[in-house]
């Protein structure tokens, strides 16, 4: 059966205490300081869990392929329209990494 990530940003307590459990440097360190560290410097920590990828979700399969030759065959235009050679759509994003690609 294919998996698949789930991403979510941890907060940054939850990232504090994550941080000082994981590395024993930081044992002598309060979690408020971490947490002071982090925020300071606009740093999150992302934790992921695996899912298994729902059946309806395999049987697109066919149409991200072609969905994939389609943004492959407008990236120019993408490109002349707003400067960039990316798509920045996030549940095309995610969807694709279901199929896995």
């Known amino acids: 059966m294919a998996k698949f990530w789930q991403e979510r940003k941890m907060s940054y307590f939850s990232s504090a ?32 869990k695996q899912k298994t990828t729902p059946v309806l979700v395999r049987l697109t399969l066919p149409l991200g392929i072609l969905t994939i030759l389609a943004l492959l065959a407008f990236l120019p235009f993408h490109y002349i329209s707003t400067g960039k050679w990316y798509y920045s ?13």
């Open 89 to 101: 759509y996030q549940p095309l994003s995610n969807w694709l990494r279901q199929l896995g690609f």
């Open 17 to 48: 205490c994550a941080l000082k459990d994981a590395f024993p440097e930081f044992k002598h360190i309060s979690a408020s300081w971490i947490e002071d560290v982090l925020r300071k410097n606009k740093l999150q920590l992302i934790k992921t």
